[in-house]
């Protein structure tokens, strides 16, 4: 099981949209994500590829002296599906093994704007730590209120009992790059009693680790 990622943050997933939207603020938050890394010398791993703001966090970063590492499942990449790789490549066999490289390879998750594949990956992370497979936040950068009904919805869900605060609290929201690394770095996981009772080693390889992973709750 992945530990508490509270403390210095050496790297970080970005998830977000390979179209740029249609709100320059998608952008410019993007490229000040890019910068902000860069500053701070926190790597970047994010899901390859060069288009929308995937593109702009990626070359802002890279171009800043971040270390910049795409991972991308090889049938995308061999069907040259989202541009050329920014930084080092990582192609893997199918997008079950993209999420969990990039799971083991971040400290902490930010998700900017993004359509169903971003929102795919949000909640994928998100069921793990609710299945006690990690404790690693997830930054919802809330660009324009862009994530405003999404998290509304998560209050909601929690007080009719669906989502435990174990899983909630996971979710950190903050309107700015600086911001939001300052609140991951805060960070501290408060881990719910019945989830620290699985214990996901026990009689587990990886191929069967992979498949009971594919769990989404």
Not at 12 to 32: D, L, M, Q, R
């Amino acid at each position: 099981m992945e530990g508490n990622s509270a403390g210095q943050i050496k790297s970080i997933c970005v998830f977000c949209g390979s179209n740029p939207g249609n709100n320059a603020k998608f952008v410019e938050a993007a490229n000040n994500l890019g910068k902000v890394l860069a500053k701070r010398k926190i790597h970047l791993v994010y899901g390859g590829g060069s288009l929308g703001l995937m593109g702009c966090v990626s070359t802002t970063a890279h171009v800043g002296g971040s270390q910049v590492l795409g991972i991308i499942p090889k049938a995308l990449a061999e069907g040259n599906f989202v541009g050329k790789i920014v930084g080092e490549e990582l192609q893997v066999p199918t997008m079950q093994d993209r999420i969990w490289k990039m799971l083991d390879n971040s400290d902490v998750f930010i998700a900017l704007p993004g359509g169903i594949g971003t929102l795919e990956e949000i909640f994928q992370i998100a069921s793990w730590a609710q299945l006690n497979i990690h404790h690693k936040p997830i930054g919802m950068l809330n660009v324009d209120g862009f994530f405003n009904k999404l998290l509304s919805f998560l209050d909601q869900a929690g007080e009719e009992n669906f989502i435990p605060h174990s899983a909630r609290q996971i979710f950190i929201s903050a309107s700015t790059a600086e911001e939001m690394i300052d609140k991951l770095e805060d960070f501290v996981y408060k881990p719910d009693p019945v989830a620290t009772q699985i214990d996901w080693s026990k009689g587990n390889n990886s191929k069967k680790l992979k498949m009971d992973l594919s769990l989404h709750l």
